[in-house]
C-alpha cells in the first residue's frame, strides 16, 4: 500500500484504564479525513499519541512507510507529521509575523543561528507574507497576538502548521471556541489547505466536518466504531448508540 | 562503634530538628503551593522571643517555648493576611522573591531591636544533663528533640489524615474553587494551615538553637538548607519530609565527624544526587 | 489589493525595524554616557563603579537565564565565580595580560554553564530553582576546600596584572580598571542585543512561553536552553574575571548563594528581559547598597526587603517598567 500515513493497533492505557483501544487507520496523500466522538472517546488521545506527546502502549505509527512510533514529537514534526492545538498556544507578546517567521526558520534550521538577524532573510519574508496573506492575516501581523481576535488566532494555529511544510496535518477542533461569525473565514482557510496534503480533523461541528471532509471515522470509548462516508455516519445505529445513549445515560454530568 | 552510636544519635537529633523546621514549610510548599524561603525567619523571631523570655523575664522552658509558638504566630497572621495572600498562585519567581525579601526585612528589623549577638535559649536541668539508657549515656536534650519530632510526624499525620479540618485541608488543596463551592471557607482553612505551618517552625526554631544557633543571620544561613530539605522530601508529604530529614541529616552529621574540612560539601552533593534521581523529591505529588 | 496589503506590510517592517535600531543605539549611547559621567563625577570611588560594571555582567547574565528563558536560578555566582577564580589562577601562574585573562575567565564561565545548564535543565519548577542553589553552594564548598590553588577563605591575593596592550598601567585609582570594564560592558551589551534579537534569540522567548508549542514547531527544547547558559556562563565569566582584575583579589564570596541572590534582586529591580533593566537594577541596588550599608548594614538588609517586597507586589515588571509605564501614558497624553 502507498499509504502517506499508517496507525496500526494503536493502544493506550493509564493505570488500567484503557483510553484507546487497538486503533487502526489510514491516509493516503490528499485526504480529508474527519475524526468525531462523544467528549471523552480519547480524540484528543489519539492525536497526541500519533504526534509523540504520549507513548503507546502497544501498536505503530508509520509515516511514508517508515516507523516513526519510537521517534519523539520533535522528531515527528521533522519529518512532516504536524499538529494544531486544541486550546491555542501561541506567544502572547509575539506576533503573528514573528510566530511564522520563526517556524519558516526553524524549517529550514536557522532557528537556533546566533549570528544572524529575526527579520534579515527577505526570502523568509516572501514566504511568510505568503502564509499569512493565504489566511487572511496580513492586517493584524505585526499586532500582539494577545490583541487579535481568537478567530485569527485560530487561523494563526493553521498557519504555523502550513509554515512546517507538513505532509499530515492533524487539526484539533480547528473552529473551538470561534464566533459562529468567524468560522466561515476558517473553513475557507481549511479549503484552501495544499491538495496534497493529508488532513485529520477533529471537530465538533459537524456542519463543518461534512463540508470538509470526504470520509469520517468515529471515536467512542477509545475505539473506532465507524469509518466510512459523512452522508452514512448519522444513520449508523452504533454512532447513535454512542451518541445518544450517552445522553440516555448520563445522570451527573452538569 | 562508641563514635558510629553518637554520630547516629546526633545525626536523628539534628534530622528531627529539620524535620520539626521543614515539615511547615513542606505544607505551606505543597498544599498551599508557596514557596516561602522566610520560613526560617519565623523559627528565628521564635528562638528572639524564646530567649528573651528565658534570659529576660527568667520564665521557664516551658512557658518559653509556650511564649515563643504563639508570639511568632500572632506576628505571622498579619504578613499571612496582607502579603502572603496576594501571592497565593503567583509563579514560583515571585513567591521566592517576596518572600526573600521579607527575610531581609526580619534580619534588619530584629537586629535593630535585639543587637547583632548571638542569642542562647538556657535548656532546664533536666534537660542538660546526660541520659543513661543502660549501656552508655546520651544527653537528656538529645532525646527531648528526638521525642518533639516523634510527636510532630504523629499529630500531624493525625491532624490531616483523621479530622475533620484534615478533610478540608485536602479538599481544598485539590480544588479549591470547587470546596469553596461546597462551603469550605478556603480563605480560613489557609490561614489555619499557614498558622499551624508557622507554629512549627517556632517549635523547631527554639527546641532546635543547640544544633541551629540564633543570631541574625540565622534566617538566611539556613533558608537554603530548609528550602533542600523540603525539596527533596517531596513538597507536602509528611513521610517525604521525614525520610529527607533523616537522610540529609545523617550526611551532614556524618561528614562533619570524619571529613571537617568538607563542610557543606557532601550535604550538597547528595542533593544534587537526589534531586537529580527523584526530581519531585522522595515522595513528592505528580504536578 | 492583495499586493497592495503585503506592500502596505512591508514598509510598515521596514519602519519598524529602523525604529528598534535607532532605539538601541541611543540605549547604548545612553550606557556609555552614564559609565563617561561615572568617571569624571566620582573619580575617588572608580573601585566601586568597577565592582558595579563586573556585577552588572553577572546581572545581564542572569538576565539571558531567568528574562529570556524562564529558567529561574538563584545560583548564578557559580559562573562568575568559575571566571573569576580561572583568571585569578592564570593570573598568579604567570598568564598576566588583561584581556587574555577576560578572555579565559569568559571560556571557564561558559564550561561552569554548560555544567551547570546540563544538571538544572534536567528538572523544573522548584526542582530546578534547588539543583541551581546547591550547585552554587557545592562550588562554594570546592573553592574553600582546593586552598592549594584558591586560597581557601583567605582568598586567592597578590594578582599582579601587566598594563593593557603593554601601556596602561592598573594605576591605584583604578581609572584603567574602569575603563576597561566599561568598555567590555559596552561590547558584551551591544554583542547580546544582536543575541536576543537573532533567531536564536526568538526561540528562547517562545520556550520561556510555551515549549510544548516550541516542540511541535520541530525544535528540540534542551539544546537551545543549554546554548544560553554557555552565553551566559561566558558573560558572567567574564565579570569575574573583570573583578578579579580590578581588586587583584578573589574571595570566597564571589562563588556564594548571596551574590546570586542579590543579582536576581537586583535584575527584579531593575526589569526582566529587556538587559535595560539589568543595568538599570544593578546601578541603583549597588549605589544605595554603598550608601545605606556604610551607616548600617541590617538598614539596608530591611531597605532592600521592603523593597522587593514593593516591586513583586506593585510593579512586577520591575523598575524599568515603572519608567515605561509613565512615559507611555505621557506619550498618550501629550
Known amino acids: 500500500m502507498s499509504d502517506l500515513f499508517r496507525v496500526e493497533n494503536l493502544s493506550k492505557s493509564f493505570g488500567g484504564l484503557a483510553v484507546s483501544r487497538d486503533i487502526s487507520l489510514s491516509m493516503p496523500a490528499g485526504e480529508r479525513l474527519a475524526l468525531i466522538g462523544p467528549n471523552g472517546a480519547g480524540k484528543t488521545t489519539f492525536v497526541n499519541l500519533v504526534t509523540g506527546q504520549l507513548k503507546p502502549s502497544a501498536g505503530r505509527v508509520l509515516l511514508n512507510g517508515e516507523d516513526v512510533t519510537q521517534l519523539g514529537a520533535v522528531r515527528r514534526v521533522r519529518k512532516g507529521l504536524v499538529r494544531t492545538f486544541q486550546v491555542t498556544r501561541l506567544f502572547s507578546d509575539l506576533t503573528p509575523e514573528e510566530h511564522v517567521t520563526l517556524t519558516v526558520l526553524q524549517r529550514q534550521r536557522k532557528a537556533t543561528r546566533i549570528l544572524s538577524r529575526f527579520h534579515g532573510s527577505s526570502h523568509v519574508a516572501d514566504e511568510v507574507h505568503g502564509i499569512l496573506g493565504t489566511l487572511g492575516l496580513h492586517e493584524v501581523a505585526r499586532r500582539k497576538v494577545g490583541q487579535i481576535a481568537y478567530g485569527q488566532q485560530r487561523l494563526l494555529e493553521i498557519a504555523i502548521a502550513l509554515a512546517l511544510k507538513p505532509k499530515v496535518l492533524l487539526l484539533d477542533e480547528p473552529a473551538a471556541g470561534v464566533p459562529s461569525a468567524d468560522t466561515p473565514r476558517i473553513e475557507q482557510a481549511l479549503e484552501r489547505l495544499p491538495p496534497s496534503l493529508a488532513v485529520l480533523m477533529i471537530e465538533h461541528d459537524m456542519d463543518l466536518v461534512f463540508r470538509f471532509a470526504k470520509r469520517v471515522v468515529v471515536l467512542a470509548a477509545g475505539e473506532i466504531i465507524f469509518e466510512g462516508l459523512p452522508s452514512e455516519v448519522a444513520a449508523d445505529p452504533k454512532v447513535r448508540e454512542a451518541y445518544l445513549g450517552n445522553y440516555a445515560h448520563a445522570r451527573s454530568v452538569a | ?163 475533620s479540618f484534615g478533610i478540608k485541608l485536602r479538599a481544598t488543596v485539590d480544588n479549591s474553587a470547587m470546596s469553596d463551592a461546597l462551603g469550605v471557607r478556603t480563605q480560613v482553612v489557609y490561614a489555619i494551615s499557614f498558622a499551624i505551618a508557622i507554629g512549627l517552625a517556632a517549635l523547631g526554631g527554639v527546641v532546635g538553637a543547640e544544633f541551629l544557633p540564633i543570631e541574625p543571620y540565622y534566617a538566611l544561613r539556613y533558608m537554603v538548607t530548609f528550602l533542600v530539605v523540603v525539596s527533596v522530601g517531596g513538597a507536602g508529604s509528611i513521610p517525604g519530609a521525614l525520610i529527607a530529614c533523616l537522610v540529609l541529616g545523617l550526611v551532614d552529621t556524618t561528614g562533619r565527624y570524619l571529613m571537617p574540612d568538607f563542610g557543606n560539601f557532601f550535604f550538597y552533593a547528595a542533593v544534587i544526587l537526589i534531586v537529580c534521581l527523584f526530581p519531585r523529591g522522595f515522595l513528592g505529588r505528580a504536578q | 489589493m492583495h499586493i497592495m496589503a503585503q506592500a502596505g506590510t512591508v514598509s510598515a517592517m521596514s519602519k519598524a525595524k529602523s525604529h528598534h535600531w535607532w532605539r538601541d543605539v541611543a540605549g547604548i549611547a545612553l550606557i556609555a554616557a552614564f559609565g563617561a559621567a561615572g568617571y569624571w563625577l566620582f573619580p575617588d570611588n572608580l573601585a566601586l563603579l568597577t565592582r558595579i560594571v563586573a556585577v552588572a555582567l553577572l546581572v545581564l547574565s542572569i538576565d539571558l537565564v531567568v528574562g529570556y528563558c524562564g529558567v529561574a536560578t538563584l545560583g548564578q555566582a557559580a559562573l562568575f565565580g568559575a571566571g573569576a577564580y580561572a583568571a585569578g589562577i592564570a593570573c598568579v601562574n604567570g598568564v598576566t595580560e588583561p584581556m587574555t585573562l577576560i578572555a579565559i575567565g569568559a571560556v571557564a564561565g561558559a564550561a561552569a554553564g554548560l555544567l551547570m545548564g546540563g544538571i538544572m535543565l534536567r528538572a523544573h519548577g522548584l526542582a530546578q530553582l534547588v539543583l541551581s542553589i546547591a550547585i552554587v553552594q557545592l562550588f562554594h564548598e570546592a573553592a574553600n576546600k582546593a586552598s592549594a590553588y584558591t586560597g581557601g577563605s583567605d582568598g586567592l591575593a597578590g594578582l599582579m596584572v601587566s598594563p593593557l596592550f603593554g601601556v596602561f598601567e592598573f594605576d591605584l585609582w583604578g581609572r584603567t580598571a574602569y575603563l576597561m570594564g566599561l568598555t567590555l560592558l559596552l561590547l558584551v551589551f551591544i554583542a547580546l542585543k544582536f543575541v536576543v534579537a537573532s533567531p536564536f534569540g526568538m526561540l528562547c522567548r517562545g520556550i520561556k512561553q510555551d515549549p510544548v508549542r516550541i516542540r511541535a514547531m520541530g525544535s528540540f527544547v534542551f539544546p537551545v536552553l543549554l546554548k544560553m547558559f554557555v552565553i551566559s556562563g561566558a558573560v558572567a565569566g567574564a565579570g569575574g574575571a573583570l573583578a578579579a582584575i580590578s581588586t587583584q583579589v578573589v574571595g570566597l564570596d564571589s562563588v556564594s548563594f548571596e551574590l546570586s541572590a542579590n543579582a536576581l534582586v537586583m535584575l527584579v529591580l531593575g526589569g526582566l528581559g529587556t538587559l535595560y533593566g539589568a543595568l538599570i537594577g544593578t546601578v541603583i541596588f549597588m549605589g544605595f547598597e554603598h550608601m545605606v550599608s556604610a551607616i548600617n548594614p541590617f538598614h539596608w538588609m530591611t531597605m532592600v526587603g521592603a523593597l522587593l517586597i514593593a516591586v513583586v507586589l506593585a510593579a512586577p515588571g520591575g523598575l524599568s517598567s515603572l519608567v515605561e509605564r509613565i512615559s507611555a501614558s505621557r506619550g498618550g497624553k501629550s
Open chain 2, 1 to 163: 562503634m562508641r563514635t558510629i552510636l553518637s554520630i547516629a544519635i546526633d545525626a536523628l537529633a539534628f534530622g528531627m530538628v529539620l524535620f520539626i523546621i521543614c515539615i511547615g514549610l513542606s505544607l505551606t510548599m505543597g498544599l498551599m503551593r508557596v514557596v516561602n524561603l522566610a520560613h526560617g525567619a519565623f523559627a528565628m523571631i521564635a528562638g528572639y522571643i524564646a530567649s528573651y523570655a528565658a534570659r529576660d523575664l527568667g520564665l521557664g522552658y516551658a512557658a518559653a517555648i509556650f511564649l515563643a509558638i504563639t508570639g511568632t504566630i500572632v506576628i505571622s497572621i498579619p504578613l499571612e493576611r496582607f502579603l502572603y495572600r496576594r501571592i497565593y498562585g503567583s509563579s514560583e519567581l515571585t513567591q521566592v522573591l517576596m518572600t526573600i525579601g521579607l527575610t531581609f526585612c526580619v534580619i534588619g528589623i530584629t537586629n535593630y531591636f535585639m543587637g547583632p549577638t548571638l542569642k542562647t535559649i538556657p535548656l532546664p536541668q533536666a534537660l542538660s544533663q546526660p541520659v543513661d539508657v543502660g549501656f552508655r549515656t546520651i544527653a537528656a536534650h538529645r532525646l527531648f528533640v528526638i521525642a518533639c519530632g516523634a510527636a510532630v510526624a504523629v499529630g500531624l499525620w493525625y491532624l490531616i489524615e483523621r479530622t
